[in-house]
T-cell receptor, first 114, second 115 residues
Framework: GENVEQHPSTLSVQEGDSAVIKCTYS??????FPWYKQELGKRPQLIID?????GEKKDQRIAVTLNKTAKHFSLHITETQPEDSAVYFC?????????????FGKGTKLTVNP | DAGVTQSPTHLIKTRGQHVTLRCSPI?????VSWYQQVLGQGPQFIFQ???????GRGNFPDRFSARQFPNYSSELNVNALLLGDSALYLC??????????????FGAGSRLTVL
């Protein structure tokens, strides 16, 4: 089955700097890669996603890149702000019979220092 | 329009007891998925239901079961609770349940503590 590895597990940056989180996946059939942000005690919230027919997608300060050949994808946050501090999860879609589930990485705790 | 709603938000049980968690999807969404999130880990897939039928099941024991009702709401049941079942149980809804990589929207979760 699908396996998703996420690095680093913790990341500390200064306000205004960029942050990069990287994930690799194992199933070449995966075709959908969302990123979720989870603040302490709250629900995971989708911040950006990318499908396998696209190599890069950007939404304001957030961008995601996908390399299908190498089976890895990355989240880039520019001009970080303290409110970006949270745990970020990458995920990859995995088909199981008639369903389509998400397989998540273990998360990256991002701290943006003022 | 309400998002995904889950109840209860918090509950405490003792080993061996049974628990039922409830979820109402976003209006118009026909698929509900359940995930378990242990502290410090990413969510792990338990079940997916679509149009009241089970579409997929993760690597969880038979103590875990679920169902979906005609109004698309869902229940997750866990029998014979173990300490290791302590986790945040997340429900997510999506428009459909099949192929096409539909976007999942998560509820706030039910925090289960087993003593």
């Amino acid at each position: 089955g699908e396996n998703v590895e996420q690095h680093p597990s913790t990341l500390s940056v200064q306000e205004g700097d960029s942050a990069v989180i990287k994930c690799t996946y194992s199933d070449s059939a995966s075709n959908y890669f969302p990123w979720y942000k989870q603040e302490l005690g709250k629900r995971p919230q989708l911040i950006i996603d990318i499908r396998s027919n696209v190599g890069e997608k950007k939404d304001q300060r957030i961008a995601v890149t996908l390399n299908k050949t190498a089976k890895h994808f990355s989240l880039h946050i520019t001009e970080t702000q303290p409110e970006d501090s949270a745990v970020y999860f990458c995920a990859a879609s995995s088909r199981q019979g008639g369903s389509e589930k998400l397989v998540f990485g273990k998360g990256t705790k991002l701290t943006v220092n003022p | 329009d309400a998002g995904v709603t889950q109840s209860p938000t918090h509950l405490i049980k003792t080993r061996g007891q049974h628990v039922t968690l409830r979820c109402s999807p976003i209006s118009g969404h026909k698929s509900v998925s359940w995930y378990q999130q242990v502290l410090g880990q990413g969510p792990q897939f338990i079940f997916q239901y679509y149009e009241k039928e089970e579409r997929g099941r993760g690597n969880f024991p038979d103590r875990f079961s679920a169902r979906q009702f005609p109004n698309y709401s869902s229940e997750l049941n866990v029998n014979a609770l173990l300490l290791g079942d302590s986790a945040l149980y997340l429900c997510a809804s999506s428009l459909s349940g099949g192929q096409g990589a539909n976007v999942l929207t998560f509820g706030a979760g039910s925090r289960l503590t087993v003593l």
